[in-house]
Each structure stands twice: as C-alpha cells, then as structure tokens.
C-alpha cells in the first residue's frame, strides 16, 4: 500500500448505529487531519492531529470523535448519525510545519450515507 | 488566512494551455499561495504552491504577480484527465505543528476534446 488509504470507501448506516472510519498513511508523515465534503459545498476541515495530539477541532459536533493511536493511524467514531451527516470524509497526511510539510496528501475518501 | 477569489467555471481545449487565475488581494507578507485539484469524487491532490517567486514543477507552473496580489496556476498542455475542480489557497506556514486547509469553493476547469 501507498500514499493513503482509506476504509471503507463507502459506508451506509443507520441513525442508531455506531460505526468508524479509518485512515491509514504510509508516507512517514506525523501530521492527519480528517475534512468532511458535504454536496455542493467546500470541503470542510474537522480535526488536526499533529505527533498524536489533537491540535484542532473546528466545532465539529461530539457524535464525531476521532483517535489517533500513532501517527500512521487514524480514526473517525460515529456515532446517533443525523442524515446530514451523508458527505464525502477525507483523511490527509502531512509532515508537519517546522519540517517542512507544506503539503498535504489526501486518501480517496468515504462515502457515508446515513438513512 | 487571507480569502481569495476564483471564477467558479472555465473551458480549455485538449493540448492547449489552461491558465487558471485567482485573486488575494488581502495576501500578507508571510502567506503561501497554494493550489490543489480535485477531480470528481476523489481526494484533493497537491499542484504546486509558492510565496513570491514564479514556481515550476512536472505538473503545473505558478505565477505570482509582483505585489502579490493575484497568481495563475499554468497547465501547460491540458489533457481531459486535467478536468477537475482546481483550488487556490492562501495560508501562513508557521514554524511548527500543523494545520488545516480552508477550501473555497474553486474553479471547474473542463477540458474540450
């Protein structure tokens, strides 16, 4: 595997459900950060992890939680999803700023559906 | 970070050179300019980025105006694989940790055959 991955590619799920999103790089970077990409709308950041410490949560709702167990993994939790939760969620990978990582690589994304 | 301002559609024929243009007049001093594209339903990719120098890469060149406040993202011989959203993005890079990308809402190039 290379760049980054992204697990599953689509996922449908009840409103009740609990489910999780993963997100794995193997570019040896140190920084992940999860962004959601509702339809016709910008893709929108929602969390930054950098060396495993949350260092953003952009007023993401708490039935959203992420994890970040080591800095090649990443988690999204989901939990009592509404249906306008339905969007696109991109998981990225960068080295971090002071050494140099200026840009970011994205994996393919998951489609989620919520019903 | 600076907002900046693309026009949301343009054309381009096969073989020819697509010049996507994007305006930041409220750059600062210490803010890259950096473009990504995102064709449909795939992850976003990295293009180029740069701060006041012209940039080339294998991909893409980048010209940015002198007062900075304007630049043009340069495919130089567009194929129908070019035919994505194309994202112009203003940031600071500071000396540590990380941080997010603030998308807009980009520019549709579509590539003619």
């Known amino acids: 595997e290379t760049g980054v991955t992204q697990t599953p590619r689509h996922l449908v799920m009840g409103m009740t459900n609990k489910k999780s999103l993963k997100c794995e790089q193997h570019?040896?970077?140190?920084?992940m950060y999860w962004y959601k990409q509702s339809a016709k709308k910008p893709l929108e950041l929602m969390f930054v992890?950098?060396?495993?410490?949350?260092?953003e949560n952009n007023s993401v709702p708490s039935r959203f939680s992420p994890e970040c167990p080591n800095s090649s993994h990443l988690f999204l939790h989901l939990h009592t999803l509404q249906p306008e939760d339905s969007a696109l969620y991109l998981c990225?990978?960068?080295?971090?700023?002071?050494?140099?990582?200026?840009?970011?690589?994205f994996g393919p994304g998951t489609r989620l559906t919520v019903t | 970070d600076a907002k900046t301002t693309q026009p949301p559609s343009m054309d381009c024929a096969e073989g020819r050179a697509a010049n996507l243009p994007c305006n930041h007049s409220?750059?600062?001093?210490?803010?890259?300019v950096y473009w990504y594209r995102q064709i449909h339903s795939q992850g976003p990719q990295y293009i180029i980025h740069?701060?006041?120098n012209n940039e080339t890469n294998e991909m893409a060149s980048l010209i940015i105006t002198e007062d900075r406040k304007s630049s043009t993202l340069i495919l130089p011989h567009a194929t129908l694989r070019d035919t994505a959203v194309y994202y112009c993005?203003?940031?600071?890079?500071?000396?540590?940790?990380?941080?997010?990308?603030?998308f807009g809402k980009g520019t549709h190039l579509i590539i003619q055959p």
């Open positions: 990225a990978s960068s080295q971090d700023l002071a050494s140099g990582g200026y840009e970011q690589y």
């Open positions: 570019l040896g970077h140190n920084a």
């Open positions: 992890y950098s060396l495993e410490e949350r260092v």
């Open positions: 409220t750059i600062s001093g210490n803010e890259y």
């Open positions: 740069g701060l006041k």
């Open positions: 993005i203003v940031r600071v890079v500071y000396g540590g940790g990380a941080d997010g990308l603030t």
